[in-house]
């Protein structure tokens, strides 16, 4: 049997609804290679293509760490030459670059090898000697260019669950509107809006004006109306994709579909999402010292018969349907079964239950289990659910009431008592996302016997009496120092500190610098508060400064022996060691000073001996 089966038992349900979903997506990088993406404007270091590289270089590192599975390509047009692939892994079979295009970088899933080719061609002089081997040249057609990265989407060999292009060209007018190329990239654009592929565009010049072409051409792939569609701009668009978070990007698709039950008779359905999940670091993989191969691990169950004289007679593998989970309950074991366990969890099938409402007073920060999750309603699966669901929602808005409700989210998980609380919409964050969308939040309450009480909180303490004017003082402090917050500011370090170091191994990058969001600025605080520092300490009185602590057994040795006061000296030579060693002043020598001259003597397997077993194995040397 095993052991306590409640020992292994979470609450945190978020570890379950982790990758519920999961689905590879690909991005095609597409870069405009005419001679005017290669000038540099305004005494520029850099051209405009290898500032593209830059973007490309962050956007596939950042692939690597977020969605390693995902495919990315890049392909060059308005290219003279359309060299063949280096490698036979480069080469797909069926699939051929029209004129003037090439493919730099097959779909793939994001490498190191591929990483390291494009930074080579951006700190190269020559560019890996673009010119001659892609060329420069203009005119090419934009129908053509998105009919090969839609064959490329095709030809990839898996099923994309979102395929998107990135266009990144300083042109802002590619094709006349009178001409042929124009409409052959309507209809073009059409097809993409039908396979769902997604065009994003990157314009790489400040005075890049959209709607001479490309305003149209995105409406139609996006489905969008031209008086509603907003133009990308050079620097907003360049800063979003160069900004690289090590955070896991998730989809956005739901975790459950489930029905909420206002009665017997009515209900309406909705999906449930999740609003935070914990960051997921790689998986460790454990490799054979000798060849670096794979270790895999299997576990397996066994059942053993001994004798009275506890001796092994029988052994046997247990199958799962042969295993028990136990309890110890009043000094006795009582066993389970694994489906007796799934159905002493699940009380209620999966769905939310309607127990009634309470004003939204009730749900105080203090009975905060766990994230929050959030509903949506799914009108394919009942007709009106939306309806309902909007009616419900404003309504609880407008009596300022919270729904409590018994949620199961799917079978063989324990029921959970939970609030609906509707919430309005805030304002978006710096990346263009609503902070807090409207619909109902779902926050996890405690039962009764989740609740625990606290004996130093109920006994009556005094409070210390503050007058006014410390009051005051603390008031101008707190507004000095105030700051808007977001969470987007604040990157998670260690995960952080993780990648860099990762980075930093794998890239060959030597001192690699961790910027610690988290860290106040201390300097800036002392300015700001400089002005009432007089104040603070006359009302405050200074800060007493307390004594270092002293470590426990600090006034011993390692072997516990009293510490000899004053610096340790180390010995010159051999001999001197020796000397001392016999005349008993051992606590003027250190251990590591002690292992030196053993293995100097060629002793062996002294890494674990005191520094007294030190000591003697030198004294019986010497005796020797």
Not at 46 to 55: A, D, K
Not at 481 to 497: G, I, R
Not at 506 to 529: G, M, N, Q, W, Y
């Amino acid at each position: 049997m095993s052991t306590d089966w409640r020992a292994n038992h979470s609450d945190e349900e978020e570890d379950e609804q982790d990758d519920v979903f999961a689905g590879r997506s690909g991005l095609i990088l597409t870069v405009d290679c005419a001679s005017y993406m290669f000038e540099r404007e305004g005494g520029e270091s850099e051209s405009r293509f290898v500032e593209v590289l830059h973007i490309i270089e962050a956007m596939m590192r950042n692939k690597v760490v977020t969605n390693e599975t995902d495919l990315v390509g890049v392909v060059f047009y308005n290219t003279k030459h359309n060299p063949a692939p280096e490698t036979e892994e480069e080469l797909q079979p069926g699939l051929v670059a029209p004129r003037q295009c090439a493919i730099y970088l097959p779909l793939g899933a994001t490498s190191v090898e591929m990483i390291r080719k494009v930074r080579g061609m951006r700190e190269s002089d020559d560019l890996f000697g673009f010119d001659a081997k892609y060329g420069h040249a203009q005119g090419t057609s934009m129908s053509n260019v998105l009919w090969l990265c839609s064959r490329m989407f095709s030809h990839c060999g898996y099923k994309l669950a979102q395929s998107t292009i990135v266009l990144f060209t300083s042109n802002d007018q590619p094709h006349d509107s009178s001409s042929s190329e124009y409409q052959q990239a309507l209809v073009k654009a059409r097809d993409l809006q039908q396979k769902e592929i997604f065009v994003e565009l990157v314009p790489m010049s400040g005075s890049f004006e959209c709607g001479k072409f490309y305003k149209e051409f995105l409406c139609t792939v996006l489905e969008e109306e031209l008086d509603e569609f907003e133009c990308p701009v050079y620097e907003q668009s360049k800063e979003r994709l160069l900004h690289r978070l090590f955070v896991r990007s998730y989809k956005k698709r739901s975790i459950a579909g489930i029905k909420w039950h206002l009665s017997d008779d009515v209900s309406l359905a909705v999906n449930v999402y999740s609003l935070r999940r914990r960051p997921r670091y790689p998986k460790k993989v454990r490799l054979l010292r000798t060849t670096n191969e794979v270790i895999v691990s299997k576990r397996v169950h066994m059942s053993s018969t001994f004798s009275d004289e506890r001796e092994e007679e029988d052994t046997k593998v247990l199958l799962p349907g042969e295993q028990r989970k136990s309890i110890a309950i009043g000094g006795e074991k009582v066993s389970f079964k694994p489906e007796e366990v799934a159905q002493m969890k699940q009380l209620l099938p999966p769905g939310i239950r309607l127990l009634g409402f309470k004003p939204a007073s009730v749900i105080k920060m203090t009975n905060h289990l766990r994230s929050s999750l959030f509903l949506y309603p799914n009108e394919s699966y009942i007709n009106g659910s939306t309806t309902l669901y909007r009616a419900l929602y404003e309504k609880c808005l407008e009596k300022n009431q919270v729904a409590i409700c018994m949620l199961t989210m799917r079978r063989k998980q324990p029921s959970k008592l939970v609030a609906l609380v509707p919430q309005t919409e805030l304002a978006h964050d710096p990346l263009g996302e609503a902070d807090r969308h409207c619909g109902f939040r779902v926050d996890f309450i405690p039962f009764a016997g989740d609740i625990r009480k606290l004996p130093f909180l109920e006994e009556s303490a005094t409070a210390p009496e503050v007058t006014d004017e410390q009051t005051d003082l603390f008031k101008k402090m707190i507004k000095k120092v105030k700051f808007k917050f977001h969470p987007t500011h604040f990157e998670d370090p260690s995960s952080q500190n993780l990648f860099i170091n990762i980075e930093s191994l794998v890239f060959d990058v030597e001192d690699a610098e961790l910027f610690d969001s988290t860290r106040p600025d201390c300097d800036r605080i002392d300015t700001k508060l400089e002005p009432i520092l007089t104040d603070m300490e006359r009302l405050f009185g200074e800060d007493v400064e307390e004594a270092p602590k002293r470590r426990r057994n600090e006034g011993t040795d390692h072997d516990g022996e009293p510490r000899t006061k004053g610096p340790r000296v180390a010995p010159v030579n051999d001999e001197e060691l020796v000397n001392l060693l016999k005349q008993g002043k051992v606590g003027s020598l250190t251990i590591p000073v002690l292992k030196d001259y053993l293995q100097r003597q060629g002793v062996r397997g002294i890494s674990q001996l005191t520094k007294s077993g030190l000591v003697d194995q030198i004294l019986a040397m010497q005796a020797d």
